[in-house]
């Protein structure tokens, strides 16, 4: 992880640590490619956490964007999450 990126993760970290009291309902948002297993390894990433996953299609088919609403333990679950779905080609955390 380059210096950047780990320097807005540790800004997101104490953010949310300021804004919450843990454990919180969080709301993820992405935008990924439209294919089958993009959104599979979305909705897999969240898999037995209880999320509420919401799915929807752009206009012209070539995106869809996935919501996810989810109970997380802390601030550093939430990073980690966002760092586990970076791996999903063309993925847009929003």
């Known amino acids: 992880m380059d210096k950047n990126t780990a320097e807005f ?3 997101l970290k104490v953010e949310l640590d300021n804004s919450n009291t843990w454990p919180a309902e969080y709301l993820f948002k992405f935008i990924v490619p439209t294919s089958e297993d993009n959104v599979l390894k979305v909705e897999a990433a969240f898999d037995c956490m209880g999320a509420v996953i919401k799915t929807s ?3 012209t088919g070539k ?6 609403d989810v109970v997380m333990k802390n601030a550093q679950e ?5 760092l586990e779905v970076s791996t999903i080609k063309g993925i847009v955390s929003l």
């Open 9 to 11: 993760y540790e800004r």
């Open 57 to 59: 299609k752009s206009s």
């Open 63 to 68: 995106f869809t964007s996935v919501s996810i």
């Open 78 to 82: 939430i990073v980690d999450k966002y």
